[in-house]
């Protein structure tokens, strides 16, 4: 059973640049979660989606930042206009059942670099 | 969110028990302890989670007070792959995210 797939594990892109990244939950997840963690701090809650649903957005900043996990395919989390700021490890989790159980599997996340 | 305190770093000597202890004096009832580590700049790693009773699987046990205001997460025989930043923490009740705090980071040491 392959755990959380997340790609690309590396991404560098210059500011104002757009970056997507993608999250593959575990076989039988349908709850995803994104965090972010900057350098020498711990991970920060972003949103929390279900399929076809955002369910609790409240870490996620206001501008330039979107998330989406359609029916089909993975999670995406889109970043707009890069800034140096952005730069961080994004990862994302899964669970099977959501806000009943707190045991979230993570991916190996993504280390965005802007340039 | 619950406010967890924990220590910032533990040295342990490879082979002993690493007990990790985590304050947790605001929790109510009904809700959850929950620890994970995380391994350098890896994804972090679900290790156990409890209630009020004391918990044990193939990874650590832990031990849970009985005002559940505090816990510790034993490491029975710690090894070199134990040096993480091991997380405290909590949703808690009504949150969908988990709250990370700054964690302890545990040093295992040959």
């Known amino acids: 059973n392959a755990g959380v797939m997340q790609n690309p594990r590396h991404l560098v892109r210059r500011r104002g640049q757009e970056a997507r990244l993608r999250c593959s939950p575990m076989k039988g997840h349908s709850h995803v979660y994104w965090y972010r963690q900057l350098p020498e701090e711990g991970l920060k809650f972003m949103v929390y989606?279900?399929?076809?649903?955002?369910?609790?957005e409240s870490g996620m900043p206001k501008e330039r930042f979107s998330a989406e996990f359609p029916k089909e395919g993975p999670s995406i989390l889109r970043i707009q206009q890069v800034v140096r700021g952005d730069s961080a490890a994004y990862f994302c989790?899964?669970?099977?059942?959501?806000?009943?159980?707190?045991?979230?599997?993570f991916g190996p996340g993504t280390r965005l670099t802007v340039t | 969110d619950a406010k967890t305190t924990q220590p910032t770093s533990m040295d342990c000597a490879e082979g002993r028990a690493a007990n990790l202890p985590c304050n947790h004096s605001t929790i109510s009832g009904n809700e959850y302890v929950y620890w994970y580590r995380q391994i350098h700049s890896q994804g972090p790693q679900y290790i156990i989670h409890g209630l009020k009773n004391n918990e044990t699987n193939e990874m650590a046990s832990l031990i849970i007070t009985e005002d559940r205001k505090s816990s510790t997460l034993i490491l029975p025989h710690a090894t070199l792959r134990d040096t993480a930043v091991y997380y405290c923490i909590g949703p808690f009740t009504g949150a969908n995210n988990l709250f990370f705090g700054t964690g302890t980071r545990l040093t295992v040491i040959p």
């Open positions: 989606l279900q399929k076809e649903n955002i369910i609790d």
């Open positions: 989790a899964s669970s099977p059942m959501g806000a009943i159980t707190y045991e979230q599997y």
